[in-house]
């Protein structure tokens, strides 16, 4: 299946983006940890430029902490500064420290005058990578817009919270993927839209991947035999292990292709990391 997908609104917000560079001191980059890679929207890179940057490992309750790591020793490598999150936690004051820290040559030549100044920030990211969730737990009230679905954050919001002004902009991807394993791990995240896609092919493509990447987290969920290699088979032994049946007992694909992404979405499927950082799958240098 070829995926793509770059609704109007989005060239809107590159623009809009662009247009308030001037106005920030820093950008926060929200990734999903489960795709870092793909998170990684070249469209972005002019806005990086001569500015500071937070990258924000989001959803880290959704992997393996050692696969984590790998991340994380990556990035120090790279010396781009990170902080971990769980943005559904409530909790993410790390962000607003680690944003202080980036930022803290501005803060010390202010102090010194025995002046105190606020802090701007613009927060960036692709889709459904929890940007405004993050926020909202980070000014401790729900504020920004949010939602489980790509698109819900469509205009600029500033929100401020211990000298901090964060302005929340909408997920964006790029015009054209030119990898489409790329694509695909967005769309399993839930970064593209589910009704521009065939949710049977998907959920066969991501089944392809999980029956060599995490092959006993399937087994395990859906208690399965573990005997077939076919897809086509695992994903009807699936819908018939839960009942999703059609009559003639056909499998219902609908229901089971659904199920089983948002399974993964929800990390009921356990803790899977789609992407490493081996040699080609490095976040660029920006």
């Known amino acids: ?83 971990k999150a769980i943005g559904t936690s409530g909790d993410c004051s790390q962000i607003v420290a680690g944003l202080k820290q980036v930022v803290s040559d501005k803060i010390e030549k202010y102090a010194a005058k025995g002046a105190k100044i606020s802090v701007r920030a613009m927060v960036v990211g692709v889709p459904n990578s929890g940007k405004s969730t993050i926020i909202n737990a980070m000014v ?22 211990d000298n901090v002004d964060f302005l929340d902009t909408p997920g964006t991807l790029w015009g054209k993927f030119e990898d489409q394993k790329v694509a695909h791990h967005l769309a ?18 991501f089944l392809d991947e999980m029956k060599k990447l995490y092959p006993q987290n399937l087994i395990d969920r859906y208690n399965l035999s573990g005997e077939s290699d076919d897809t086509i088979a ?14 003639g007992n056909q499998p219902d694909y609908d229901r089971t292709a659904k199920m089983i992404i948002d399974e993964f979405r929800k990390g009921k499927l356990g803790k899977i990391m789609l992407e490493k950082p081996k040699a080609k799958l490095v976040l660029k240098e920006n």
């Open 234 to 247: 695992l994903f009807e032994e699936i819908a018939m292990a839960r009942g999703f049946k059609l009559k």
């Open 1 to 83: 299946m070829n995926i793509q997908w770059f609704p109007g609104h989005m060239t809107k917000a590159i623009r809009m983006m662009e247009e308030n560079l001037r106005l920030v001191d820093a950008l926060i980059y929200v990734i999903d940890a489960r795709a870092v890679y793909s998170c990684d929207n070249p469209l972005f890179n002019k806005l990086l430029q001569g500015k500071k940057v937070l990258y924000v490992f989001n959803k880290c309750d959704l992997v393996d902490k050692d696969d984590l790591a790998l991340w994380c020793e990556e990035f120090k490598r790279q010396g781009k500064p990170f902080v």
């Open 140 to 161: 401790k009230k729900a504020k920004a817009v949010t939602g489980d679905r790509p698109g819900v954050t469509r205009g600029k919001q500033w929100l401020s919270i």
């Open 188 to 205: 399993y995240i839930g970064s593209i839209r589910d009704d521009i896609l065939d949710e049977s092919e998907l959920a066969f493509d």
